[in-house]
């Protein structure tokens, strides 16, 4: 089979179900995130998955970005967006997951955001109060994916640790512009 490693170590996916490392596949999506083709990048990222009998795919996720970070240098600064994209995709997964949407479509539903939070006592409910669904669908339909793309490692990095709101098991529900949004909203 082409593109398939025939190497011992399993993949643990989110759902807990294990597959062989296949390194086109990994390279296949990660190229479609970022667009990076450096083979060198690769090879770094194979050879570490590689050593071990297991690997998570949120533990991927981090090797990748670690990985993406040490390229940067004042030549070859565009490896922070890398590193963001990556960041972020691993986000709307765990907002997806959370929340209970196609983590693919990045954001949710602001108006079951809000719920959700009011419910798990994390937020009050004055905005739910103050706005209609309608005005807070308005307010959400302003959100573009896309703008995520500008922060850089770092900044996405602290936003993420420091203000988007997670729940008190430190779960993922908030992301970055949503943030935004309800401060504006309130």
Do not use: C
């Not at 986000?91 to 949407?101: C, P, Q, S, V, W």
């Not at 850089?152 to 993922?172: H, P, S």
Request: neutral net charge; glycine residues 4%.
């Amino acid at each position: 089979m082409e593109g398939f490693d025939l190497s011992k170590t399993l993949i643990i996916k989110r759902s807990g179900k294990k597959e062989p490392f296949d390194r086109m596949k990994l390279r296949r999506n990660v190229e479609r995130l970022t667009g990076v083709k450096d083979d060198d990048f690769y090879e770094k990222v194979y050879e570490a998955i590689e050593h071990r009998d297991t690997y998570t795919t949120k533990g991927i996720n981090k090797l990748l970005i670690n990985t993406a970070l040490d390229n940067i240098d004042e030549v070859n600064t565009e490896w922070t967006y890398v590193a963001t994209k990556l960041f972020m995709n691993n986000l709307y997964k765990d907002a997806g997951e959370n929340r209970g949407y196609d983590y693919r479509k990045k954001y949710g539903s602001l108006y079951n955001l809000l719920n959700t939070l009011n419910k798990k006592g994390i937020y009050a409910d004055y905005i739910l109060q103050k706005y209609s669904k309608e005005e807070i669908k308005q307010a959400e339909d302003m959100i573009v994916p896309e703008r995520d793309n500008l922060f850089t490692y770092l900044g996405i990095y602290l936003l993420n640790d420091r203000y988007l709101v997670k729940d008190y098991n430190r779960n993922t529900y908030e992301l970055p512009q949503e943030r935004w949004m309800i401060i504006a909203l309130h």
